[in-house]
Protein backbone atom coordinates (compact mmCIF):
# COMPACT_ATOMS: atom_id res chain seq x y z
CA UNK A 1 0.00 0.00 0.00
CA UNK A 2 2.66 2.60 0.54
CA UNK A 3 5.58 2.46 -1.72
CA UNK A 4 9.04 4.73 -0.81
CA UNK A 5 11.78 6.15 -2.87
CA UNK A 6 14.65 7.51 -1.19
CA UNK A 7 16.82 9.83 -2.61
CA UNK A 8 20.01 12.75 -2.01
CA UNK A 9 22.60 10.17 -1.21
CA UNK A 10 26.22 10.71 -2.25
CA UNK A 11 30.15 10.72 -1.67
CA UNK A 12 31.14 13.50 0.83
CA UNK A 13 34.02 14.50 2.85
CA UNK A 14 34.10 14.29 6.85
CA UNK A 15 32.58 17.19 8.51
CA UNK A 16 30.41 17.72 5.62
CA UNK A 17 26.63 17.48 5.24
CA UNK A 18 24.10 15.77 3.20
CA UNK A 19 20.49 15.97 3.19
CA UNK A 20 17.96 12.84 2.38
CA UNK A 21 14.50 12.63 1.08
CA UNK A 22 12.45 10.06 0.95
CA UNK A 23 9.01 10.26 -1.16
CA UNK A 24 5.87 8.37 -0.52
CA UNK A 25 2.95 7.13 -2.08
CA UNK A 26 -0.84 7.14 -0.79
CA UNK A 27 -3.19 9.32 0.91
CA UNK A 28 -2.32 7.30 4.26
CA UNK A 29 1.16 8.47 4.73
CA UNK A 30 0.31 11.26 7.46
CA UNK A 31 -0.81 8.10 9.89
CA UNK A 32 2.42 6.59 9.45
CA UNK A 33 5.56 7.10 11.84
CA UNK A 34 8.43 7.20 9.61
CA UNK A 35 12.15 6.41 10.34
CA UNK A 36 15.33 5.99 9.02
CA UNK A 37 17.74 3.29 9.26
CA UNK A 38 21.07 2.28 8.09
CA UNK A 39 22.84 -0.49 6.75
CA UNK A 40 27.02 -1.09 6.61
CA UNK A 41 28.90 -4.05 5.23
CA UNK A 42 28.98 -7.01 7.48
CA UNK A 43 26.63 -5.35 9.83
CA UNK A 44 23.38 -5.62 10.87
CA UNK A 45 20.20 -2.91 9.94
CA UNK A 46 20.27 -0.45 12.55
CA UNK A 47 18.08 1.95 13.65
CA UNK A 48 18.68 6.19 12.79
CA UNK A 49 16.40 8.04 13.72
CA UNK A 50 12.40 8.62 13.92
CA UNK A 51 9.49 10.66 13.88
CA UNK A 52 5.66 10.50 14.56
CA UNK A 53 2.98 10.73 12.00
CA UNK A 54 2.17 14.42 13.15
CA UNK A 55 5.90 15.55 13.41
CA UNK A 56 5.85 16.37 16.88
CA UNK A 57 7.46 13.82 18.43
CA UNK A 58 11.33 12.38 17.14
CA UNK A 59 13.79 10.18 18.33
CA UNK A 60 17.65 9.36 17.77
CA UNK A 61 20.34 6.75 17.90
CA UNK A 62 23.09 7.71 20.58
CA UNK A 63 25.90 7.82 17.47
CA UNK A 64 23.78 10.55 15.39
CA UNK A 65 22.16 12.96 18.36
CA UNK A 66 22.90 16.08 17.71
CA UNK A 67 24.19 16.09 14.19
CA UNK A 68 21.42 14.32 12.42
CA UNK A 69 17.94 15.75 12.26
CA UNK A 70 14.57 14.50 10.88
CA UNK A 71 11.45 16.02 9.98
CA UNK A 72 8.25 15.50 7.69
CA UNK A 73 5.94 17.46 5.23
CA UNK A 74 3.05 15.62 4.94
CA UNK A 75 1.68 18.02 2.30
CA UNK A 76 4.64 16.27 0.48
CA UNK A 77 4.43 13.35 1.49
CA UNK A 78 8.31 13.38 2.71
CA UNK A 79 10.44 12.63 5.15
CA UNK A 80 14.08 14.34 5.06
CA UNK A 81 16.77 13.40 6.99
CA UNK A 82 19.45 15.98 7.31
CA UNK A 83 23.30 14.26 8.14
CA UNK A 84 25.72 17.20 9.37
CA UNK A 85 29.25 16.67 10.96
CA UNK A 86 29.24 13.49 8.79
CA UNK A 87 31.93 10.96 9.61
CA UNK A 88 33.26 7.74 7.92
CA UNK A 89 31.47 5.48 10.46
CA UNK A 90 28.26 6.87 9.03
CA UNK A 91 29.31 5.33 5.52
CA UNK A 92 25.94 2.52 5.43
CA UNK A 93 23.24 2.03 2.71
CA UNK A 94 20.59 4.51 4.22
CA UNK A 95 16.94 3.01 4.31
CA UNK A 96 13.22 4.66 4.54
CA UNK A 97 10.67 2.93 5.95
CA UNK A 98 6.88 3.52 7.68
CA UNK A 99 6.09 1.78 10.83
CA UNK A 100 3.55 2.40 13.46
CA UNK A 101 5.10 4.24 15.76
CA UNK A 102 8.30 5.84 17.01
CA UNK A 103 8.50 2.95 19.86
CA UNK A 104 7.91 -0.09 17.52
CA UNK A 105 10.36 1.52 14.93
CA UNK A 106 13.16 2.14 17.51
CA UNK A 107 12.91 -1.89 17.77
CA UNK A 108 13.02 -2.27 14.23
CA UNK A 109 9.27 -2.85 13.66
CA UNK A 110 8.69 -1.66 10.21
CA UNK A 111 5.78 -2.46 7.88
CA UNK A 112 7.02 -1.02 4.49
CA UNK A 113 10.90 -0.35 3.89
CA UNK A 114 12.41 1.92 0.74
CA UNK A 115 15.07 0.58 -1.70
CA UNK A 116 17.85 2.71 -0.15
CA UNK A 117 20.52 5.41 -1.07
CA UNK A 118 24.54 5.03 -0.35
CA UNK A 119 25.80 7.58 1.52
CA UNK A 120 29.77 7.43 1.78
CA UNK A 121 31.68 9.53 3.87
CA UNK A 122 35.51 9.87 2.96
CA UNK A 123 38.32 10.43 5.62
Known amino acids: QVQLVESGGGLVQAGGSLRLSCAASGRTFSSYAMGWFRQAPGKEREFVAA????????NYADSVKGRFTISRDNAKNTVYLQMNSLKPEDTAVYYCAAGATIATMTNLRVGYWGQGTQVTVSS
Open 51 to 58: VSSSGRGT
